[in-house]
C-alpha cells in the first residue's frame, strides 16, 4: 500500500485526467494511505497481545487479501478510467462494484474478530487496553457508516421509479450531486453533506485514541499526576466519548445535507455541547478523589 501511494502520487502528477471532479489518481492514493495506516495499526494492536491468536492472525491475513481486491479494483476501473464505486453503467461496472462492497463486507467481519480477540487479551495497563479496545469498537462503528453511502440518492429512486436504469447506484454527497466543490486536501464535498466524513472520524479513533495514550504518557513525566493508572484510563474514556460524540454529530450534519463547514445553529449548539462535555469530563478525571492521594502513583507502562 505504501509503494502504490507513491504510484498514485506520481499519477496525480504525470496524469491530468479528472474524474467525478477529482485528479483520477487522488481516490487510490487517498485508499492505499487510509489502507497502510489501518494495517500498521491493527497489527501493533496485535503486537500488543502476550501470546499469538490463531483467529487473530487468520482474520490479519483476510484484511489483507480484502484490501489487496479493493485496490486491485480501484486501481483497474482508474486505468480504465471509469468509476468504481456506486457504478452499474454496464454490466462489468457492476460486478466490479459488488466485488468492492463483498470485500469490504469481509474486512469488517475481520475486524470485529479482532476487536473481540483484543477484549479478551491482556495488552498491558487498562489505559492501554481500552485505548486500543475502545479506538477498534469507534473504528467498527465508522466503517459500517460507510454503508450509507450505498443507499439510493432522491434522483436514483426517481429514475428506478420512471423505470430509467440509473447508470450510478449511491452517492458520497447528500443534498448535492457528486462532484462539486471540494475541501482542500480531502475532497469532502464543500457545499452539501458528505458521508465520507463520518467514515473517516470513525476509522481513524483506531490510531487517534492510542496516539492520544501515548501524548499523555509523555506529559506524566512533567506532571506527576498523568502517572496514575486510574487518571490516564478516565481520560482515555473521556476521549472516547468525545470521539463518539464527534461521530454522531458529524454524522446528523451529513444526512441533514450539511457541509462540514458550513454548520447551522443547532449542529453548532451540538458542538458546543459535547466540547462541554468533554471538558468536564477531562476536569473529574483529574480530579484525584481523597482516597487516591494518598496512594503511590505508578510509573504508566509505555504504550509502544
Known amino acids: 500500500m505504501a509503494a502504490l501511494a507513491a504510484v498514485s502520487a506520481a ?36 503486537s500488543r497481545r502476550p501470546a499469538r491468536s490463531r483467529a487473530g492472525e487468520w482474520a490479519a491475513h483476510t484484511i489483507v487479501v480484502a484490501g489487496l481486491i479493493e485496490m486491485a479494483i480501484i486501481v483497474g476501473q482508474t486505468l480504465r478510467g471509469r468509476r468504481s464505486h456506486f457504478n452499474i453503467e454496464t454490466p462489468l461496472d ?3 462494484f459488488m466485488a468492492m462492497g463483498a470485500t469490504i463486507a469481509i474486512l469488517w467481519t475481520a475486524t470485529l474478530v479482532i476487536a473481540v480477540v483484543l477484549f479478551r487479551a491482556r495488552l498491558g495497563d487498562r489505559a492501554t487496553a481500552w485505548a486500543i479496545r475502545l479506538g477498534a469498537l469507534i473504528a467498527l462503528a465508522g466503517l459500517l457508516l460507510g454503508g450509507l ?51 473517516f472520524v470513525g476509522m481513524h479513533a483506531l490510531q487517534a485514541l492510542p496516539l492520544f495514550l501515548y501524548g499523555i504518557e509523555a506529559l506524566a513525566r512533567r506532571r506527576s499526576r498523568l502517572r496514575d493508572e486510574r487518571v490516564r484510563l478516565r481520560l482515555v ?15 446528523w450534519q451529513a ?12 449542529t453548532l449548539t451540538a458542538l458546543a455541547v459535547l466540547v462541554t462535555a468533554t471538558a468536564a469530563g477531562t476536569l473529574a478525571a483529574l480530579r484525584a478523589p481523597r482516597a487516591d492521594r494518598t496512594r503511590p502513583t505508578p510509573t504508566p507502562e509505555p504504550v509502544a
Open 11 to 46: 499519477g496525480m502528477l504525470l496524469d491530468d485526467r479528472v474524474l467525478v471532479g477529482a485528479p483520477i489518481w487522488f481516490k487510490p492514493f487517498k485508499f492505499s494511505v487510509s489502507f497502510a495506516a489501518y494495517g500498521l495499526t491493527l497489527a501493533w494492536m496485535l
Open 94 to 96: 457492476r460486478a466490479l
Open 149 to 199: 453511502m450505498l443507499m439510493p440518492t432522491p434522483e436514483q429512486q426517481a429514475q428506478q421509479a420512471a423505470g430509467i436504469v440509473p447508470t450510478v447506484l449511491g452517492a458520497h454527497s447528500v443534498g448535492v450531486p457528486d462532484g462539486g466543490p471540494a475541501l482542500p486536501l480531502t475532497g469532502w464535498n464543500a457545499t452539501g453533506g458528505d458521508l465520507r466524513i463520518p467514515h
Open 237 to 251: 474514556a473521556t476521549a472516547a466519548g468525545f470521539l463518539a460524540g464527534l461521530l454522531a454529530l458529524v454524522t
Open 255 to 266: 444526512l441533514r445535507g450539511q457541509a462540514l463547514l458550513r454548520p447551522d445553529a443547532a
